[in-house]
């Protein structure tokens, strides 16, 4: 998501004079170190795995065949071929009346020998199965022999219920692309965006490169994918996150929506309280890794790794880089409201504390009177303020409020209880959509703490919503977590009937405890410009949102195409008709089929796309000569996407080797150009997870209405969109308003009218060109640049306490 913004402007963190002095270490110890992380991530885990009981793999499985061999022993059989004996032979001798203890000790050794043998042949077998990718190559809908039976094989061996990180041991390393592939790919994803000069600079840029630098680059590459866990990953989070000196806000971190047409209780306190309290149930189960892993498609596992530092994580500033702070567990959650900050304690004696018991202490806080002290409201801002000006306040912040602030940055997570509404209006669905999503992306500047790993935010009207930093994992961990939150708070604990948590107060729970910041004068006026700083940032940005309700993934599937290669297509025809030309576009896609695995990118503006839009501009072109050159589009994007996914995209691998041309002091001007481009269009569905927890056909209502995340580029959009059940598909589009090229109402008709163009094109979506433009006819009024309520399938926002 807001992951295209870092990876275009990563260049800048490496122009300090800090950051060369960091990258003139050697390569090969950068290496060395990248391979020790590896290995202490892995010892972490399996330390961690071992004190649970749950690796190499429960003590059950080992007692089943300790018991086993007893029985075999007791009817005078040797499964062990004399191993038994040997072992036996070997234990000191305790005198006659400690023979039979011996005996059972040998076998319980050789029980624990084999248990290891098998469940390591199991791994190896696991993994070598995982690394079959055939599976995702072939046509939509199909499956050939050779995968039903690497499907029959990859369960018989994944056993009955595997846990969340069951299968971390066993996922293929990424793989390491051939590099003179990434660079044809590269100079093929360029050509529709580049006049014919302009290409032949770029193409004689990339043929020096092979010649000279690719090689030696390239053997480097291959030594660190052979010592990491994942060639790409640790750099990708240093120097893309963690060294990136901008504005954590908006330009890193990304936004989640309530459901989109209901509130279930308007009371403020009572929704938190909730909200609260499935976080921690999700957190709870995350430590008894109670959570099934993500199968893609039902059969092959992704990597679960980033799970680790979704809770008790913050992002502490450095003056050169940011690291990521994780605690193993936090019993606190950090609270803002008007101004001031409190601690909340989220388990009593017997455990968590329940719905009702934090919805007390909620209203608590909303209750107490007192003011804010002087420049405490607006502290967090410099949570939003450049990363080396927040580094270096913060140690007197430290030095002066060291309990208050290890209180906030030590919470499982942020809570904000904003003073405003928020959420869809009747009166003007649009216009509060709108400032819906920009109450989550950007806030006021100074009432989210942008460092946490993410805040929960709760308006005064019952309203939820999330913003997450990026850094620490993707967009599907996070919506894995949101999904799971809305269903339990909504469905699983409830409202009573007035709206509160269910259950009863506990009048014994002491108050939150207001934290007390003792800030130095000399910082006041650094907060004073992070706050100038922080608004001027917000108010730049326009954000628009709009669910599009005419059709939704039910009609695109019975045309036999990928609802995202649709949504693609779409999107290239909606931003020529909006710029008049082609741009880089930027489509994010996981690599989670692999250890450690987090993002690729899909150059979703190709030659193809191209021909298809242009089809659709020339009034002279037919609907079956546009159809035929739109499935040419879309078999081509899928073909690029599932590259992505396999481990064979371009950017990573070129992001990769321009790291390693940075440690060994080597100009690359091809590089150099490749991390200098600007995505103008920068793209991301978010997927919908856990369908089993919502009940879309009868309650369609009740389904989160997705995120969304700033543009890339100054002069550029940025789109997520969510399919919701069967019908709807709603859009986040995001711009500066600074610029003079983009509007993001204005992308949003285009959208609209780009996704009743295509539809048309198909026999099972001609009727609805023609409806909408008759609705849209009636519906003269409506605002430009947003579709009709009508169109939209917008309802009156209700709130409800039944499901």
């Known amino acids: 998501m807001a992951e295209a913004h870092q990876a275009v402007n990563f260049l800048s963190s490496l122009s300090s004079d800090g950051a060369e002095v960091e990258l003139s270490s050697p390569v090969l110890q950068e290496i060395y170190l990248s391979g020790l992380r590896s290995w202490k991530r892995h010892l972490w885990r399996f330390w961690n795995d071992f004190l649970a009981g749950m690796f190499p793999a429960s003590p059950l499985s080992w007692l089943f065949l300790f018991s086993a061999i007893q029985l075999a022993c007791f009817l005078q059989l040797d499964p062990s071929l004399g191993l038994v004996e040997k072992i036996k032979e070997l234990l000191p001798d305790w005198g006659g009346q400690h023979h039979r203890l011996r005996g059972v000790l040998a076998a319980a050794l050789f029980a624990l020998c084999l248990w290891g043998a098998l469940i390591f042949t199991l791994h190896v077998a696991l993994r070598l199965l995982l690394s079959y990718h055939g599976w995702l190559l072939e046509p939509h809908g199909t499956m050939s022999s050779p995968t039903k039976t690497w499907l029959a094989l990859v369960r018989i061996f994944s056993g009955r219920r595997p846990m969340l990180f069951s299968f971390q041991r066993s996922l293929p390393r990424q793989p390491l692309p051939s590099i003179q592939d990434t660079v044809r790919k590269y100079l093929e994803s360029v050509r529709p965006v580049l006049s014919d000069e302009d290409f032949r600079g770029t193409a004689a840029l990339a043929l020096q490169f092979l010649k000279v630098q690719a090689s030696p680059l390239q053997r480097y590459l291959r030594l660190k994918s052979w010592c990491a866990a994942n060639y790409v990953t640790d750099w990708w989070e240093e120097f893309v996150y963690l060294r990136s000196r901008n504005s954590l806000m908006v330009n890193s971190n990304y936004y989640m929506m309530d459901f989109l047409y209901v509130t279930p209780t308007p009371l403020q306190a009572a929704r938190a309280g909730n909200a609260v309290h499935a976080l921690l149930l999700f957190r709870q189960r995350l430590n008894h890794q109670e959570i099934p892993p993500t199968l893609l498609m039902g059969m092959r596992p992704l990597c679960s790794a980033q799970y680790e530092k979704i809770f008790n994580t913050t992002r502490v500033p450095g003056v050169e880089k940011d690291y990521l702070r994780h605690l193993q567990d936090s019993r606190h959650v950090a609270v803002f409201h008007q101004g001031r900050f409190f601690r909340v304690a989220t388990h009593a004696l017997n455990g968590l504390l329940t719905p009702r018991s934090l919805e007390q202490q ?98 005064s ?42 259950g009863h107060p506990d009048p014994s729970l002491p108050h939150p405890q207001r934290l007390q910041w003792d800030l130095p004068e000399k910082i006041h006026s650094s907060i004073s410009l992070a706050l100038r700083g922080a608004k001027t940032l917000a108010g730049t940005i326009d954000c628009h949102v709009f669910p599009f309700s005419h059709f939704g993934k039910s009609l695109i599937k019975r045309c036999h195409v990928s609802s995202d290669s649709f949504i693609q297509m779409v999107l290239q025809l909606a931003h020529f008709r909006d710029r008049g030309k082609f741009c880089l576009t930027y489509e994010s896609s996981m690599t989670r089929l692999f250890l450690e695995g987090r993002t690729e990118t899909v150059r979703s503006c190709t030659r193809e796309a191209c021909n298809f839009v242009k089809a659709m501009e020339d009034k002279e072109k037919t609907d079956l000569q546009c159809l035929a050159l739109f499935r040419e589009a879309v078999d081509k994007h899928q073909g690029l996407l599932k590259a992505a996914m396999s481990g064979q995209g371009v950017d990573r691998h070129l992001f990769a080797l321009y790291i390693v041309s940075r440690f060994l002091h080597m100009q690359s001007p091809f590089l150099t150009q490749v991390h200098s481009e600007r995505w103008q269009l920068s793209t991301s569905q978010i997927p919908v997870q856990q369908m089993h927890l919502f009940d879309v056909h009868n309650y369609p209502d009740y389904v989160s209405s997705g995120g969304g995340f700033g543009p890339a580029d100054d002069h550029g959009y940025g789109v997520s969109y969510i399919f919701l059940g069967d019908d709807m598909i709603t859009f986040h589009i995001s711009s500066k308003k600074s610029s003079t090229k983009t509007d993001s109402h204005r992308l949003g008709q285009h959208i609209a009218d ?50």
């Open 754 to 803: 780009a996704l009743l163009d295509v539809a048309s094109l198909f026999q099972a979506g001609q009727h609805l060109k023609r409806q909408f433009r008759a609705v849209a006819e009636e519906d003269s009024g409506h605002r430009h640049g947003f579709p009709s309520s009508k169109i939209v399938g917008s309802k009156a926002p209700t709130t409800s306490t039944d499901f």
């Open 461 to 502: 009207n019952g309203k939820l919503g999330l913003s997450v930093e990026h850094s620490w994992a993707d967009c599907p961990v996070s919506g894995h977590m949101w999904e799971f939150t809305l269903a339990t708070e909504c469905f699983q604990l409830g409202y009573t009937v007035d709206g509160h948590c269910k």
């Open 362 to 459: 909620f209203q608590r806080i909303l209750d107490d009177p007192s003011p804010a002290c002087p420049h405490e409201e607006h502290l967090a801002a410099l949570t939003a303020a450049p990363r080396g000006l927040w580094a270096q306040v913060r140690e007197s912040v430290k030095t002066q409020a060291a309990d208050a602030l290890e209180a906030v940055e030590g919470a499982a997570f942020f809570v904000s209880l904003d003073p405003e509404p928020a959420g869809m209006t009747r009166e003007d669905p649009a216009t509060s959509l709108d400032a819906y999503a920009h109450a989550l992306l950007a806030g006021r500047g100074h009432d989210r703490w942008f460092d946490k790993s993410f805040t929960l935010i709760v308006f």
